[in-house]
């Protein structure tokens, strides 16, 4: 299993930028999956960026070229780069790993995008 906690998230005006992390108990390198997703109020949680194993990167298209998702292995670190925000990308984000056939969550954090 692994556990996940998140960091960063917060208030910013549209345009602007915002760093998450997300830390893993154990190494990113034996996690099948792992990366971001978000959930809007009444909406559904959607893949934003995601590490799948053996190096693929996934993005949604809504947040491409705007986002960068990196890791720091060393850390069992992933990380999450948002620029030129929108007032659209208001949720709450989650960091999401899968291991075998299990998911796991982080605990979401907050963002706000003011226009």
């Known amino acids: 299993q692994v556990q996940l906690v998140e960091s960063g998230g917060g208030l910013v005006q549209a345009g602007g930028s915002l760093r998450f992390s997300c830390a893993a108990s154990?190494?990113?390198?034996?996690?099948?999956?792992i990366g971001w997703y978000r959930q809007a109020p009444g909406k559904q949680r959607e893949l934003v960026a995601l590490f799948i194993s053996g190096g693929t990167i996934t993005y949604a298209d809504f947040v491409r070229g705007r986002f960068t998702i990196s890791r720091d292995n060393a850390k069992n670190t992933v990380y999450l780069q948002m620029n030129s925000l929108k007032p659209e990308d208001t949720a709450v984000y989650y960091c999401y790993a899968a291991l075998s056939t299990r998911t796991y969550w982080g605990q979401g954090t907050q963002v706000t995008v003011s226009s």
């Open positions: 154990r190494s990113v390198n034996t996690i099948n999956a």
